[in-house]
């Protein structure tokens, strides 16, 4: 059996994300695949999971996006799809809030906010704390609680966030939420 690839799935995969994720992929050492964004996901997750395997060295961050499709859209399918492959071992999620008229929601273990902080509550897609501890609304975030990760962490809209988390800003809110899914999966002490 060939090694597991390990790879941090992002909730988003628009050109603000693409941006922000590649910067942050280059800043840590880790690979980003390109090809993963499109506002809705183009890729299927048989195709993502074999650019998964061709990237040079890990982490692998890959973006999914369902363009505000409500339920199970394309960028769900294909998470899901790369989550469960046997050949991919998933540090964690960065869930990706937005506006979805509250229809779509998961849990998560804990949120970066557009200051940098953390914060238990959950985050709107400007980066602002929300009313509920835990538990955040967004766009692709819909099967997440199917899936057993290490960790999720919720952050506002990648790349935006009142240009806090600008890509020529270094991305800072979206670097330090994949921070801290690499050090409390372990990924520092293989």
């Given at each position: 059996m ?9 909730t ?24 993963s964004h499109?506002?809705?996901t ?12 061709k ?5 692998v961050?890959v973006m ?11 960028g ?12 991919i071992?998933?540090?964690?999620v960065?869930a990706?809030?937005?506006k979805?008229?509250?229809a ?18 959950g985050?709107?897609k ?18 997440l609680?199917q899936?057993?990760v290490?960790?999720?962490?919720g952050?506002?809209?990648i790349g935006k ?15 330090k ?5 690499l050090?409390r999966?372990?990924f520092?002490?293989?």
């Amino acid at each position: 059996m060939a090694e597991r690839r390990r790879v941090i799935l992002i909730t988003d995969g628009d050109e603000y994300a693409r941006r922000a994720v590649e910067h942050v992929a280059m800043d840590i050492g880790g690979r980003c695949i390109s090809m993963s964004h499109g506002n809705p996901t183009v890729l299927t997750g048989a195709e993502m999971v074999e650019l998964i395997k061709k990237a040079h060295h890990d982490p692998v961050l890959v973006m999914f996006d369902d363009s505000g499709f409500v339920g199970e859209g394309a960028g769900e399918q294909a998470l899901m799809y790369v989550a469960r492959h046997p050949d991919i071992e998933v540090l964690g999620v960065l869930a990706v809030a937005s506006k979805t008229r509250q229809a779509e929601w998961t849990k998560v273990d804990i949120c970066v906010d557009r200051y940098g902080e953390l914060t238990p509550y959950g985050v709107d897609k400007y980066g602002e704390p929300e009313m509920d501890i835990g538990r955040m609304n967004g766009d692709t975030v819909y099967c997440l609680d199917q899936l057993d990760v290490p960790i999720i962490v919720g952050v506002g809209d990648i790349g935006k966030m009142a240009r806090r988390d600008h890509y020529e800003k270094g991305a800072p809110i979206t670097k330090k939420a994949i921070e801290i899914i690499l050090e409390r999966s372990g990924f520092y002490e293989h």
